[in-house]
C-alpha cells in the first residue's frame, strides 16, 4: 500500500514519462530508482519538539545575537499565501539562526533543503525526523533523480512552506554567488497560484567558519559535517557575533510557467537581486573592503567614509555610518580572530584571504568589484 506522498509523486507528469522509458529506463527498474530517491528526500517535521532538543550546535547558536528586519512582509504573506523563502548562505548556523527568528515571531515553521552531507550522524536523524529538512545531492545529474526532487518539492509544497539557498551552498569567497533554478521550477511545478517568492538576506559580523571557508575560497569537495562541525567548535573559543536577517517584499510568481526556461532564470536573477539589494553592510565588511597591506588608523577612517558614502548613493541597507564607527566596532572583533592588527597607530594585514572573504561580501553593490585584491 504506497502513501499518499509516494502515490502523488508517481502521478506527476515527468515521472509517468520516466516510468514509460521516455529517459531511456522503464518498468520495475525505473520505479525503484523513483522510488529509492523518493526515500531519500522524504523528511518529518515535529516542530513541537524541535526547541527543546539540545541540538549539537546550541553551545555556538547562543553566541549569535538573531536581529530581524522587515518581518511585516513575512507576517502579511503568511494570512493568505503558500511561501517559498529564498536566502543567500554564509554558514552552517543559517538554516538554525533564520528558522529561529521566524518562529521567534510565531512564524509558521517551513521546511528547509539542506545539503546531504548534512544527514550523517545524530545530526542527520534530527534533520530528516524533527526539523524537516530536505537532503538535496546539489551536483547529481540523474534524470530519475532530478525529477523526483522536482515532484516531492511540489507535493511539499500542498502543506508546508519552503526555506532555499538558492546558491546552492555556502559561498566560500564570500561573494554572492548566482542562483541556481532547479528548486524554483521545481516550486512552480506546485502549480499553486497563491505562491509568493520571499527574498531573505542573511549577514553577520563576523562568520564562524571564516577561516575554513576563506582559505578554500572555491569548494573542491565535500568534506563530512562531523569534520566541518569540530572545526566550528574550534573557531568559536570566544566567538561572538550579531545575525542580520532581513526580508523583502514578497515576490507573487503563481502564474509563471514552469517549463519556460527563461521564465525561470529571469525569476532566479531577480532573487539574486533582491537578496543582494536586502544584505546587510557592516562594519567588519567596510573595514575589510578599505583595508589596504598597511594604513595608518585615520587613512583608513576615511576611506570608510568614501565607501560608505557609495553605498548609501546606491541605496544599500547599511548598519554602519562612518569610517570612526566601523572601526571602533570592527577592529577589535577582526584583530582578535587573527585578520587584522593594531600597530603603533597603523593597521596591518595579518590573514589576507579572510580580509578579503569579508570584502568580497558586499562586491555586489559596488561598481567596482574587488577592491582589495
Keep these: 500500500m504506497l502513501d499518499d506522498v509516494t502515490q502523488a509523486v508517481l502521478e506527476h507528469e515527468e515521472v509517468l514519462k520516466y516510468l514509460r ?38 553551545p555556538i547558536l547562543r553566541k549569535i545575537e538573531r536581529i530581524p528586519e522587515n518581518l511585516q512582509h513575512v507576517l502579511t504573506s503568511t494570512r493568505s499565501h503558500r511561501i517559498v523563502y529564498a536566502s543567500n548562505h554564509k554558514s552552517h548556523t543559517d538554516s538554525i539562526v533564520e528558522l529561529l527568528v521566524l518562529d521567534d515571531n510565531g512564524v509558521r515553521p517551513p521546511l528547509i ?35 523526483t526532487l ?8 500542498k502543506k508546508h512552506d519552503l526555506f532555499i539557498y538558492p546558491e ?77 536577517v532581513t526580508f523583502g517584499a514578497p515576490i507573487p510568481v503563481g502564474d509563471r510557467d514552469p517549463q519556460s526556461g527563461s521564465e525561470i532564470l529571469e525569476l532566479a ?21 578599505s583595508m589596504r597591506p598597511s594604513i595608518a588608523k585615520r587613512d583608513l577612517e576615511d576611506r570608510i567614509d568614501r565607501l560608505i558614502e557609495e553605498l548609501a548613493a546606491r541605496r544599500a541597507n547599511l548598519g554602519v555610518t562612518s569610517g570612526r564607527q566601523a572601526i571602533e566596532e570592527a577592529a577589535e572583533p577582526l584583530e582578535t580572530r587573527g585578520i587584522i592588527v593594531l600597530e603603533r597607530g597603523r593597521f596591518r594585514v595579518r590573514d589576507r584571504s579572510v580580509l578579503r572573504y569579508y570584502a568580497r561580501s558586499i562586491d555586489h553593490l559596488l561598481v567596482t568589484p574587488g577592491r582589495t585584491h
Excluded: W
Design 21 to 58: 522509458g521516455d529517459y531511456g529506463e522503464a518498468g520495475t527498474e525505473a520505479r525503484a530508482r523513483i522510488c529509492g530517491y523518493l526515500d531519500e528526500l522524504r523528511t518529518t517535521q515535529r516542530y513541537p519538539f524541535y526547541r527543546a532538543l539540545q541540538h549539537p550546535l546550541y
Design 113 to 147: 533543503t539542506a545539503g546531504i552531507n548534512m544527514f550523517g550522524g545524530p545530526l542527520g536523524l534530527l534533520h530528516r525526523h524533527v526539523t524537516g529538512a530536505i537532503p538535496i545531492r546539489r551536483n547529481l545529474k540523474d534524470p530519475a533523480y532530478l525529477i
Design 269 to 289: 536573477r531577480v532573487v539574486r537581486a533582491r537578496i543582494g539589494e536586502l544584505y546587510k553592510v557592516l562594519p567588519t565588511a567596510v573595514l575589510a573592503a
Design 150 to 157: 522536482k515532484a516531492y518539492v511540489a507535493e511539499v509544497l
Design 168 to 244: 546552492g551552498g555556502r559561498s566560500y569567497s564570500g561573494e554572492l554567488k548566482p542562483a541556481k533554478t532547479g528548486l524554483f521550477r521545481a516550486a512552480l511545478t506546485a502549480g499553486r497560484r497563491d505562491l509568493v517568492i520571499i527574498p531573505a538576506a542573511i549577514a553577520y559580523d563576523l562568520v564562524l567558519e571564516d577561516h575554513v571557508l576563506a582559505r578554500q575560497r572555491v569548494k573542491r569537495r565535500q568534506r563530512p559535517f562531523g569534520r566541518e562541525l569540530a572545526e566550528m567548535v574550534r573557531y568559536a573559543v570566544g566567538y561572538r557575533s550579531r545575525a542580520f
